[in-house]
């Protein structure tokens, strides 16, 4: 019994340790004393496979440039050129403030737990555990969630990649072949490539991949933007505002691309110099800025010199008879195969832990083998029987990604700032009840886009 009293006593002492005050980076944030304030969790990380500020760059410029880009001239279409530039570089400006957000709650909880680094599922289940009694039941369902929605997310835009590359490779293949080669045989050929990919373990090793992902994105970017701009013109068929009806598509199509948040806590706690992640000039910063600039300038000019005559993708308006357009394809295309062990490197993470202490420790080697490739066999069979999946993982990025990229960030830093430190006239507290409502337009209407294509695919 002495002992029981002991240990809730000192249970007791540390929840009154994680409900006192302090400052990080200039910004009041939850509750702490004097020893969560000389608890730095820098300080505890392991250095032993961290990356440098211009590895963890490149592994976020890379997760937010992917495919999306190709499709934002014809978001821009949707929404009208004046509200699709604008809106395009205000949902950028959401979407950082979201990272920013759920990457300071991070360090701040980190603290309160005197933990060294937090994943993002953690970091809420960690919000909800140390806030206020009333939200303290949900901690483990919201884990829970963080890792189920991080998994069905990355995973589904997995599978969009493996049928992305074999398309572009179909595209240029078959037209030097003059056979017409089924897409699924491409899909084949693909897999050693991504078995490979699949068994890097460590952000690390990804780093090269990365670079050279960026390099021929860049590439396949400026052929792009040649093709853009020589034929620019101010088309009759241009329009400054769309329709009502139109502007869910841009916002769907915008939000979705530009997300990249379930990479963000894995890149942040392999850094380096962690203090770099956050800041001004900082890695988010820099990214976000790059990002959100060739977003807007490809989907405007794009728009410009298509007009209403622009493709999903805009590749698709580049003749495959020129050799540049032939090379934007086969560039664009090892990018995203590239990109692959990155997108997959999260989910592949949460099923590992997941299924970890049911393997023997002896056979933990060969287990984590099997698995992963067990997954990556599991998205080369899903693009083998459903080629046209993107409607299907647009709806479940419609579901997850409006959710994981800016509720959770805007929930976790609300709990987080509970304790009377939500700012003059709790203008934190409205600051995310707005984040949460504009999210939940991102999910209604995306999802009622997403089915509503899926209804016009398969009728």
Same mark, same amino acid.
């Given at each position: 019994?002495?002992?029981?009293?002991?240990?809730?006593?000192?249970?007791?002492?540390?929840?009154? *340790?994680?409900?006192?005050?302090?400052?990080?980076?200039?910004?009041?944030?939850?509750?702490?004393?004097?020893?969560?304030?000389?608890?730095?969790?820098?300080?505890?990380?392991?250095?032993?496979?961290?990356?440098?500020?211009?590895?963890?760059?490149?592994?976020?410029?890379? &997760?937010?440039?992917?495919?999306?880009?190709?499709?934002?001239?014809?978001?821009?279409?949707?929404?009208?050129?004046?509200?699709?530039?604008?809106?395009?570089?205000?949902?950028?400006?959401?979407?950082?403030?979201?990272?920013?957000?759920?990457?300071?709650?991070?360090?701040?909880?980190?603290?309160?737990?005197?933990?060294?680094?937090?994943? $993002?599922?953690?970091?809420?289940?960690?919000?909800?555990?140390?806030?206020?009694?009333?939200?303290?039941?949900?901690?483990?369902? &919201?884990?829970?969630?963080?890792?189920?929605?991080?998994?069905?997310?990355?995973?589904?835009?997995?599978?969009?990649?493996?049928?992305?590359?074999?398309?572009?490779?179909?595209?240029?293949?078959?037209?030097?072949?003059?056979?017409?080669? &089924?897409?699924?045989?491409?899909?084949?050929?693909?897999?050693?490539?991504?078995?490979?990919?699949?068994?890097?373990?460590?952000?690390? $090793?990804?780093?090269?991949?990365?670079?050279?992902?960026?390099?021929?994105?860049?590439?396949?970017?400026?052929?792009?933007?040649?093709?853009?701009?020589?034929?620019?013109?101010?088309?009759?068929?241009?329009?400054?505002? &769309?329709?009502?009806?139109? !502007?869910?598509?841009?916002?769907?199509?915008?939000?979705?691309?530009?997300?990249?948040?379930?990479?963000?806590?894995?890149?942040?706690?392999?850094?380096?110099?962690?203090?770099?992640?956050?800041?001004?000039?900082?890695?988010?910063?820099?990214?976000?800025?790059?990002?959100?600039?060739?977003?807007?300038?490809?989907?405007?000019?794009?728009?410009?010199?298509?007009?209403?005559?622009?493709?999903?993708?805009?590749?698709?308006?580049?003749?495959?008879?020129?050799?540049?357009?032939?090379?934007?394809?086969? !560039?664009?295309?090892?990018?995203?195969?590239?990109?692959?062990?990155?997108?997959?490197?999260?989910?592949?993470?949460?099923?590992?832990?997941?299924?970890?202490?049911?393997?023997?420790?002896?056979?933990?080697?060969?287990?984590?083998?099997?698995?992963?490739?067990?997954?990556?066999?599991?998205?080369?069979?899903?693009?083998?029987?459903?080629?046209?999946?993107?409607?299907?993982?647009?709806?479940?990025?419609?579901?997850?990604?409006?959710?994981?990229?800016?509720?959770?960030?805007?929930?976790? *830093?609300?709990?987080?700032?509970? *304790?009377?430190?939500?700012?003059?006239?709790?203008?934190?507290?409205?600051?995310?009840?707005?984040?949460?409502?504009?999210?939940?337009?991102?999910?209604?209407?995306?999802?009622?886009?997403?089915?509503?294509?899926?209804?016009?695919?398969?009728?």
């Amino acid at each position: 019994m002495g002992k029981d009293t002991k240990e809730k006593s000192a249970s007791d002492n540390q929840m009154q *340790e994680f409900n006192s005050s302090t400052k990080i980076a200039g910004v009041v944030i939850g509750d702490y004393n004097e020893k969560d304030e000389l608890y730095n969790p820098f300080e505890h990380r392991d250095k032993k496979n961290t990356n440098s500020d211009l590895g963890a760059l490149a592994h976020l410029l890379k &997760s937010s440039l992917g495919t999306g880009v190709l499709a934002m001239p014809s978001a821009i279409k949707n929404g009208g050129l004046v509200i699709g530039g604008i809106g395009t570089i205000i949902i950028g400006f959401i979407c950082a403030h979201c990272v920013h957000i759920l990457v300071r709650s991070s360090h701040v909880l980190c603290k309160r737990t005197k933990t060294s680094s937090m994943t $993002y599922a953690e970091t809420a289940e960690a919000a909800f555990l140390y806030g206020p009694k009333s939200v303290r039941p949900f901690a483990n369902i &919201s884990r829970i969630f963080v890792e189920i929605a991080l998994c069905a997310t990355y995973i589904g835009g997995a599978c969009v990649y493996v049928v992305f590359v074999a398309t572009s490779i179909q595209q240029v293949a078959n037209y030097y072949s003059d056979m017409d080669i &089924s897409i699924r045989t491409y899909i084949i050929t693909l897999i050693p490539a991504m078995l490979l990919l699949g068994q890097v373990r460590n952000l690390k $090793y990804l780093v090269p991949f990365s670079m050279a992902a960026n390099v021929c994105m860049m590439v396949g970017f400026a052929i792009t933007l040649y093709y853009v701009f020589s034929g620019i013109q101010t088309s009759t068929n241009v329009k400054l505002f &769309s329709s009502i009806e139109q !502007l869910p598509t841009f916002f769907a199509t915008v939000i979705f691309a530009i997300e990249g948040i379930g990479v963000v806590m894995p890149v942040e706690n392999s850094m380096r110099n962690p203090h770099h992640f956050l800041g001004c000039p900082s890695v988010l910063n820099i990214t976000m800025t790059i990002v959100v600039s060739l977003y807007t300038i490809l989907g405007v000019f794009g728009y410009l010199t298509y007009g209403e005559d622009v493709k999903g993708s805009i590749t698709l308006n580049i003749p495959i008879e020129d050799v540049l357009g032939q090379a934007v394809k086969i !560039l664009i295309a090892i990018a995203v195969l590239f990109t692959y062990g990155l997108q997959y490197f999260v989910p592949l993470d949460i099923i590992w832990h997941s299924l970890k202490e049911q393997c023997s420790h002896k056979y933990q080697g060969i287990c984590q083998i099997i698995v992963r490739v067990a997954m990556v066999l599991f998205t080369i069979i899903v693009a083998l029987v459903v080629p046209d999946l993107e409607p299907f993982i647009s709806l479940v990025g419609a579901v997850f990604f409006s959710v994981l990229g800016i509720s959770i960030p805007a929930i976790v *830093e609300t709990i987080s700032c509970w *304790e009377g430190h939500l700012g003059a006239y709790n203008w934190r507290l409205w600051k995310n009840c707005v984040l949460v409502v504009f999210s939940m337009f991102a999910l209604v209407f995306g999802s009622w886009i997403s089915i509503r294509n899926i209804i016009n695919l398969y009728p």
